[in-house]
């Protein structure tokens, strides 16, 4: 009967462990999609503040364009 005994707490053991496994994959998997939730939040806030930013009027004057005059006196990108 010892046998028997090891048998089911050997199986019992095997069980309760493939549950705490079960488990923790499920924690994890939950932190996962989190962490994945947070990152799509944050990419739509940050898009929104950046589309926000390009909307809004210029406000330091005319910007420097290509083909606009640089300090020296020369068109850029022609040396």
Do not use: C, T, W
Not at 12 to 27: D, N, V
Not at 64 to 71: M, N, T
């Amino acid at each position: 009967m010892r046998v028997s005994i090891s048998s089911d707490q050997a199986r019992a053991e095997a069980l309760f462990k493939k549950e705490a496994r079960l488990r923790e994959g499920e924690k994890a998997m939950a932190e996962y999609e989190a962490d994945q939730q947070r990152m799509r939040e944050n990419i739509v806030r940050l898009r929104a503040l950046r589309l926000a930013r390009d909307a809004a009027p210029k406000q330091n004057g005319p910007s420097k364009e290509a083909g606009e005059l640089s300090h020296g006196g020369h068109l850029k990108g022609r040396g």
